[in-house]
Structures are given as structure tokens and as C-alpha cells.
């Protein structure tokens, strides 16, 4: 069945350093590809998005390219803020007619970011 | 300019005690989403609305039930929440199947 598996955290960093979180997938045809990111005792935030190969998911300084060579969608931002502390989702929604429009998460990495 | 609203933010009941959780959205998307979400972990989807079809998860327990009276408003009902069933509960929307946008900021389920 469907797949992502996220790097395992928690990942500690300095204020202004760069940010990479790795994600890989595992599908059936072409899915579409999700950043979320949840902080303390808060629900789902949409962080971006990509929907098909090749595409770039942009916001708040993040990044992410939809790789189907390589079945990643890897998050990165150049320079991370305290405020970025927070714990950060991969997910993937299939498409195709059975396509209910179910998330399948990774499990989640932890990002600490320190002044 | 709340999009998806869930209530209580916080419940808490007891083993056996039947709870109600709700949400509502104002953004008139047609698919709605529950999914439980337990600590450190990611969040399941237990069931969902498209319009008015229910569709369950096939390893959701027969304890959870659902309910969809209109577009804007989704209830989750555990009808004998046991210590298992402490979590975060999240209700999500999403204009057709390509995938919901919008969390709302759950409900945290509490069983003593």
C-alpha cells in the first residue's frame, strides 16, 4: 500500500541555519504531495503543496520539489527562526478513482530550533 | 475568519461515557474528515463525508459513529470512549478529492 517515511527527529539547529527534513514515498500512480506542520497543542497547518512531478511547493521561506525519479518531496528552508520549532508531516493523496482523498502521513519529525 | 471550527478545544469524560465532538466550516467544501491523532504520532483517518456519503475506514472501531445533518457541520460520536481512545481528534475539509487543505485545531479527548 501507500507509503511516506520521514527522517526521524528530533532535529536541533541554530537560528539561521539550513533546514533540510527528507521525505520519501511509496504509491500507485501519481499522487499529490503535502508539507503540514503542526505546532504544540494546535492542529494541521498547510504548509505547501505539489501535484505533480516536478513541481515546486513554496511558502514562509519553505521548499519542496515533487521528485518522481527519486519518490521524494525532501522540505527545506535556507536560514530557520525559533519560531519554526514545531513538528513537520509528509503526506501523500492518491489519485485515480478509488481516490478518497485520505492523507497517509509520515511520522512526523520534531524541529527544534535554538536562539 | 475561522475556517474549520471544532468544539470543546478540551474534553473530558469518562470510561463509558458517551461524547459528542463537533465541527463546522465555513468554507462550503463538500468532503469532511475525521481523523484521530494520538501522541507522537500521525493522525488516522477514521472516516469521512463526500456530500452526504458516509465512508469508513475499514479498521475504524464500531464505537465511532458520525453524523453530517448539512454541509457546514460534522459530529464525531464515541459511544463508550475507553483509555484507548485518548487523543486528539481533528476534523478536516476539502473541496472535492484532491486532497483537504484545512485542518481544524482538534479537540483534545481526555478519559479518566
Known amino acids: 500500500g501507500d507509503s511516506v517515511t520521514q527522517m526521524e527527529g528530533p532535529v536541533t539547529l541554530s537560528e539561521e541555519a539550513f533546514l533540510t527534513i527528507n521525505c520519501t514515498y511509496t504509491a500507485t500512480g501519481y499522487p499529490s504531495l503535502f508539507w503540514y506542520v503542526q505546532y504544540p497543542g494546535e492542529g494541521l497547518q498547510l504548509l505547501l503543496k505539489?501535484?505533480?512531478?516536478?513541481d515546486k511547493g513554496s511558502n514562509k521561506g519553505f521548499e519542496a520539489t515533487y521528485r518522481k525519479e527519486t519518490t521524494s518531496f525532501h522540505l527545506e528552508k535556507g536560514s530557520v527562526q525559533v519560531s519554526d520549532s514545531a513538528v513537520y508531516f509528509c503526506?501523500?493523496?492518491?489519485?485515480?478513482?478509488?481516490?478518497?482523498?485520505?492523507?497517509?502521513f509520515g511520522q512526523g519529525t520534531t524541529l527544534q530550533v535554538k536562539p | 475568519d475561522a475556517m474549520v471550527i471544532q468544539n470543546p478545544r478540551y474534553q473530558v469524560t469518562q470510561f463509558g461515557k458517551p461524547v459528542t465532538l463537533s465541527c463546522s466550516q465555513t468554507?462550503?467544501?463538500?468532503?469532511m474528515y475525521w481523523y484521530q491523532q494520538k501522541s507522537s504520532q500521525a493522525p488516522k483517518l477514521l472516516f469521512h463525508?463526500?456530500?452526504?456519503?458516509?465512508?469508513n475506514e475499514a479498521d475504524t472501531p464500531d464505537n465511532f459513529q458520525s453524523r453530517r445533518p448539512n454541509t457546514s457541520f460534522c459530529f464525531l460520536d464515541i459511544r463508550s470512549p475507553g483509555l484507548g481512545d485518548a487523543a486528539m481528534y481533528l476534523c478536516?475539509?476539502?473541496?472535492?478529492?484532491?486532497?483537504?487543505?484545512?485542518f481544524g485545531p482538534g479537540t483534545r479527548l481526555t478519559v479518566l
Open positions: 503526506a501523500l493523496s492518491a489519485h485515480g478513482s478509488s481516490n478518497t482523498g485520505k492523507l497517509i
Open positions: 468554507l462550503n467544501h463538500n468532503v
Open positions: 478536516a475539509t476539502s473541496s472535492g478529492r484532491r486532497g483537504p487543505g484545512y
Open positions: 505539489a501535484t505533480k512531478a516536478d
Open positions: 463525508y463526500y456530500d452526504k456519503d458516509f465512508n
